[in-house]
């Protein structure tokens, strides 16, 4: 049957159990982390490597970091793994990131199944060569009883494609009469998605330093704490998700409010209206 990549059979150690108790002490975990795995190609290029060896390295860390967001019982890892616009980048590339997608698939079946971990893809998944689709619509269907971690991958998909595609659903209910434009609300539209059976991510990682969102998740990504690191995505492991879960939980996540409405205290009413007063009545 399939087997892993790894030789090793794999086993927490007892130190990590440790280091993952201490971050649920700490305080709340994210439900759904999102991740944009950059960096690949610089990575390999450093090393004087070809590009497909950075994403065969890159597995590696999303092997390590689906393990960990598994083992601190986190619901959602959702990775950018092909963007619409990564079809522009050379054939050999591509088909190499595919090749290497089929096999990745087929080696981390059976520890999906023993983990209970659910696989799931958004984006244009009919665009992937038919090899591509077979394994990843067989991986999703074997392990769609599954109720641990759901890992989403993004495959050919880009967030406007996705809100273009919402758009057009949503137009299509309104010409034959099942809704009316009035009723249109953020709801339809995020039931429209393809991300309508998850919840919004609550962190977004983002290695190899870039600040930009690159088309993922638009909508979703909404109220998201973003951690942004310089290490390449092949360097990047559990210990670096951790370091991204702390950022996180040392975050004040408003949600449009002020601090003291969240933490249920105020200013002394007397002393904001003296302040303001003050203000409207200068000249
Ligand atoms: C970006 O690095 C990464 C990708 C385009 C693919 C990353 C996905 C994986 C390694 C996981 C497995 C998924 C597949 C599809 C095999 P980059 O090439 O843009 O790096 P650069 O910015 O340094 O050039």
Known sequence: MRRFLSSEPYQQTQDDKRVQQELRARGKLPRHVAVIMDGNGRWAEERGLPRAAGHQAGIASLRDVTRAARE??????????FS????????????????????MLRDELREMLENGVRLNAIGQLTSLPKLVQQELFDSIERTSQNKGLTLTLALSYSGRWDLVRAMQAIALDVRSGKISPEDISEETVRAALTTATIPEPDLLVRTSGEMRLSNFLLWELAYAEIHVTKTFWPDFRREHLYDAIRDYQSRERRFGLTGEQLRGTVTTPGTEKTFIEKFLSSK
């Open 72 to 81: 601190l019982g986190l619901g959602f890892l959702t990775v950018y793994a």
């Open 84 to 103: 619409t616009e990564n079809w522009k980048r050379p054939k050999r590339e591509v088909s190499m990131l595919f090749r290497l997608l089929v096999k």
